[in-house]
């Protein structure tokens, strides 16, 4: 079966940098987009960002954009997002998504790693 | 980029039916998605358009579309289906995806 595991999160204070990491397992990962998605703390959810397949292209939402690069291995299988300059608004649950066939929804989805973001 | 407004909370009698909208400009050229999160849970996947449910998801998940405003309704709800729900589209550019404000759906 599909299976998405995040890792990497932890607490950092602001400015500094995380990377955060997504093993994949169970589908075609090379044949795939995958996002990333985050939600803060009682609040809903928030795209982040998405990469192509095969890595081709990539788009960030505007809040992201310039700090967070969104990467892939498809010879691992890992989908990775090195955040910088990192900011309080940052905290969230980070989760690894991936596209149904067809960009027809985000049909599966990791359980999420903890980003938190304190002085 | 793009907003799309949920109504924050709404809620249904067992049994009964409800429908949660979603709606923005982008919807008038993108199809939406919908999520279902409990709490301390991960969102999952519903339905995609108008009838695109993924293996699972039971058939009293609908969605349909008027406009700028996307909706998803539950036909028989039942208390499993309480929950937060979100719809999910793309921005006018089409590149970027946003998602909705959320809805809580109490079921009493």
């Known amino acids: 079966q599909v299976q998405l595991v995040e890792s990497g999160g932890g607490v950092v204070q602001p400015g500094r940098s995380l990377r955060l990491s997504c093993a994949a397992s169970g589908f075609t990962f090379p044949t795939y987009g995958m996002h990333w998605v985050r939600q803060a703390p009682g609040q809903g959810l928030d795209w982040v960002a998405v990469i192509w397949y095969d890595g081709s292209r990539k788009y960030y939402a505007d809040s992201v954009r310039g700090r967070f690069t969104i990467s892939r291995d498809n010879s691992k299988n890992t989908l990775d997002l090195q955040m910088d300059s990192l900011r309080v608004e940052d905290t969230a649950i980070y989760y690894c998504?991936?596209?149904?066939?067809?960009?027809?929804?985000?049909?599966?989805w990791g359980q999420g790693t903890l980003v938190t973001i304190s002085s | 980029s793009s907003e799309l407004t949920q109504d924050p909370a709404v809620s249904v009698a067992l049994g009964q039916t409800v429908k949660i909208t979603c709606r923005g400009d982008?919807?008038?050229?993108?199809?939406a998605s919908w999520y279902q999160q409990k709490p301390g849970q991960a969102p999952i996947f519903v339905i995609y358009?108008?009838?695109h449910r993924p293996s699972g998801i039971p058939g009293r998940f609908s969605g349909s579309y008027s406009g700028d405003t996307a909706s998803l309704t539950i036909t028989g709800a039942q208390a499993e289906d309480e929950a937060d729900y979100y719809c999910?589209?793309?921005?006018?550019?089409?590149?970027?995806?946003?998602f909705g404000t959320g809805t809580q759906v109490t079921v009493l």
């Open positions: 998504v991936r596209d149904a066939e067809g960009g027809r929804g985000r049909d599966h």
């Open positions: 358009g108008q009838d």
């Open positions: 999910q589209s793309r921005d006018s550019s089409g590149n970027l995806y946003v």
């Open positions: 982008s919807l008038k050229f993108y199809s």
